[in-house]
């Protein structure tokens, strides 16, 4: 896969075996697992880049059942793409969308919606924007440096304060059997010291050979079957 394709992929990601890929024509796949149980608890299929610069993606039950669609649009910035999913299980809709110069983040649920517009944008990460992110700043990243960045929340309607950090393989959960031996490790934490007391840190494993996220452990960007925040294990392959 080329670099512009590797740019696409941040969160979530889940798959089917090499066989079904190539034949529903997917370019990356992953195993997410529910966090608490250890068990597969949906799959995540990308599609390649089309010629309208957009990735689609579905989500699937185990069983192969798709749940939930989104679209990517990577017709700006590589680290700030447009999106739009929809959940079938409870008509759920959130999106990030530019209009002109403004980026409207909409959260509805059986057709009931809030928007909101944001018009200071030119450096805010949006969904899968944030691999494009590391990519751009792995120089900074492994020589070090912690980076600060914003990211758009477009499920509650606001933008939250991260900072990104390396960090050994010795103190990251991501580091178990079957990584690379020169896989680079990151973690990822809220920037507001109060907010960083109640929420968990996020964690990215990549293979530095060609960049590609190979492994991730923190919030899902879908909710469950009840409609609850959860947080997931990833594994990726990529076609």
């Known amino acids: 896969m080329g670099s ?6 941040v969160l979530c990601l889940l798959g089917y075996g090499t066989g079904v890929l190539a034949n529903d024509g997917y370019a990356v796949s992953g195993n997410v697992y529910n966090l608490k149980t250890g068990k597969l608890a949906y799959r995540e299929l990308f599609t390649s880049l089309d010629e309208n610069k957009e990735v689609q993606v579905n989500y699937a039950k185990p ?4 749940f939930a669609r989104k679209t990517l649009n990577y017709s700006t910035e590589v680290f700030q793409p447009g999106f739009v999913l929809n959940d079938e299980r409870d008509d759920e809709i959130v999106s990030a969308q530019f209009d002109g110069g403004r980026l409207l983040l909409t959260h509805g649920v059986k057709g009931n919606s809030q928007t909101k517009t944001l018009y200071e944008t030119s450096k805010l990460i949006i969904d899968a924007g944030l691999d494009a992110f590391i990519q751009q700043q792995w120089p900074k990243l492994t020589a070090g440096k912690k980076i600060e960045f914003d990211a758009a929340d477009a499920r509650h309607l606001g933008i ?14 991501l580091a178990y059997k079957g990584a690379g ?14 907010s960083s007391i109640f929420t968990d840190p996020i964690y990215y494993a990549y293979d530095p050979n060609g960049l590609y996220l190979m492994r991730y452990q923190g919030r899902a960007n879908i909710d469950n079957e009840n409609g609850e925040a959860w947080d997931v294990r990833i594994e990726y392959e990529y076609f």
Do not use: H, Q
């Open 4 to 9: 512009t394709c590797r740019l696409m992929f």
């Open 63 to 66: 069983d192969g059942v798709i």
């Open 160 to 173: 939250e304060k991260f900072v990104i950090r390396e960090v050994d393989a010795s103190v990251s959960p």
């Open 181 to 194: 031996e020169n896989w680079k490790y990151f973690r990822v934490d809220t920037a507001n010291k109060l």
